[in-house]
C-alpha cells in the first residue's frame, strides 16, 4: 500500500477556510495512495489554546464535509487528522453539552466516516488542553483491506499501555497525528520507533510545521517498519511524505521473532507482595 502524510504549515494569519480548501486539494492531489495522513489539529495549531473554543466546531462541521469530500475526490482512506469538537447534545459527553475534545476523523475511499477517536491523553499538565478538553475513553482500530489501523494522537504516544490495547485490538499499523513541539524532536523520533519495535507494527505520525501560538513546530513526519527501521522522515517544513508499505510485513515479524507471545504482565493480575 501506498501511505502520503501531509505534514501542514500551520500559518496562525492564514484564515481557517482557507487552509481548509488548502488540505483538502492536497489531499486529492494524493489520488494514487492508498491511505492520507493528516498532523492533529492542523485547522488553526496544536498550542494555540486560546482559539480551542472559538475554533470548536461539531463532529459533522466543515473540517467533516470538507474532507469527507476530498477523500471521496481521491479515492483514498483519509486519516483527516483532528478537530477541536464541540459535542452535541446526546454524544456520551460525561460533562454535559458543550465539552471540548480533540477529536480524529477517519474515512474511506467513499468519503463515509469509518471511525472517530477522541484524544485519551491530554497534554498540558492541569493548564492548556488538560483543561479546556474533555478526554476520550475508547480504543479505536480501522479495518482497511490488508491491514488494521490503531489510531492515536501526540501526547499518545508517550504511554506504551494505550498501544498494547490496539495491537490486542489486532491493529498492526498506528497512525498518529501530531502537533509536536520542535524542542522535544529528539523524544518523537524515538518514541516513533520504540512503538514500532515493542508491537511490531509499522508506525505512521505525521506532524504539523510552522509555529503555533509561539511555539515552534518540530515537521519530520516519521514512517517506522516493525524492525524499528526508518523508511521515510520528512524535512522541517511543509512536506507531503510518500512512502510504499508491505502490510503483511506486520505479520511477518510478529512470526520470525514472536517475542509479543511472550508477554506475561497486562495479561493477567500481577502478583504483589506486601
Given at each position: 500500500m501506498r501511505a502520503s502524510l501531509i505534514q501542514i504549515d500551520v500559518d496562525q494569519g492564514e484564515p481557517v477556510?482557507?487552509?481548509?480548501?488548502?488540505v483538502a486539494a492536497l489531499v486529492r492531489e494524493q489520488?494514487?495512495?492508498?491511505?492520507?495522513?493528516?498532523?492533529?489539529?492542523?485547522?488553526?495549531?496544536?498550542?494555540?489554546?486560546e482559539?480551542?473554543?472559538?475554533?470548536?466546531?461539531?463532529?459533522?462541521?466543515?473540517?467533516?464535509?470538507?474532507?469527507?469530500?476530498a477523500?471521496?475526490?481521491?479515492?483514498?482512506?483519509?486519516?483527516?487528522?483532528?478537530i477541536p469538537?464541540?459535542?452535541?447534545?446526546?454524544?456520551?459527553?460525561?460533562?454535559?453539552?458543550?465539552?471540548?475534545?480533540?477529536?480524529?476523523?477517519?474515512?474511506?475511499?467513499?468519503?463515509?466516516?469509518a471511525a472517530v477517536y477522541r484524544k485519551i491523553h491530554r497534554f498540558g499538565f492541569d493548564k492548556g488542553e488538560a483543561v479546556l478538553m474533555g478526554a476520550g475513553r475508547?480504543?479505536?482500530?480501522?479495518?482497511?483491506?490488508?491491514?488494521?489501523?490503531?489510531?492515536?494522537?501526540?501526547?499518545?504516544?508517550?504511554?506504551?499501555?494505550?498501544?498494547?490495547?490496539?495491537?490486542?485490538?489486532?491493529?498492526?499499523?498506528?497512525?498518529i497525528p501530531a502537533g509536536w513541539p520542535e524542542?522535544?524532536?529528539?523524544?518523537?523520533?524515538l518514541l516513533a520507533q520504540a512503538r514500532a519495535v515493542e508491537n511490531q507494527a509499522f508506525v505512521l505520525a505525521c506532524g504539523t510545521a510552522g509555529t503555533h501560538a509561539g511555539v515552534p513546530q518540530a515537521g519530520h513526519s516519521i514512517?517506522?517498519?516493525?524492525?524499528?527501521?526508518?523508511?521515510?522522515?520528512?524535512g522541517p517544513g511543509e512536506e507531503v511524505l510518500t512512502v510504499d508499505i508491505d502490510p503483511a510485513r506486520a505479520a511477518a515479524t510478529r512470526e520470525q521473532f514472536p517475542a509479543l507471545k511472550d508477554r506475561v504482565l497486562g495479561l493477567e493480575p500481577p502478583r504483589h507482595r506486601g
Open positions: 477556510d482557507s487552509r481548509r480548501r488548502r489520488s494514487g495512495a492508498d491511505l492520507v495522513v493528516l498532523p492533529e489539529l492542523w485547522t488553526m495549531g496544536a498550542f494555540a489554546y482559539e480551542f473554543g472559538s475554533e470548536a466546531e461539531p463532529l459533522e462541521g466543515p473540517t467533516y464535509e470538507t474532507m469527507a469530500k477523500a471521496s475526490d481521491a479515492g483514498v482512506w483519509l486519516h483527516a487528522g483532528s469538537e464541540r459535542a452535541a447534545s446526546g454524544s456520551g459527553s460525561a460533562a454535559g453539552d458543550g465539552t471540548l475534545y480533540n477529536t480524529s476523523l477517519v474515512f474511506s475511499p467513499s468519503g463515509e466516516l475508547d480504543l479505536v482500530t480501522v479495518r482497511l483491506p490488508g491491514t488494521t489501523l490503531g489510531v492515536a494522537t501526540c501526547y499518545d504516544l508517550r504511554f506504551p499501555e494505550l498501544f498494547r490495547g490496539l495491537v490486542d485490538a489486532g491493529a498492526e499499523m498506528l497512525v524542542r522535544r524532536r529528539a523524544h518523537w523520533t514512517v517506522v517498519d516493525p524492525w524499528g527501521e526508518v523508511l521515510a522522515q520528512a
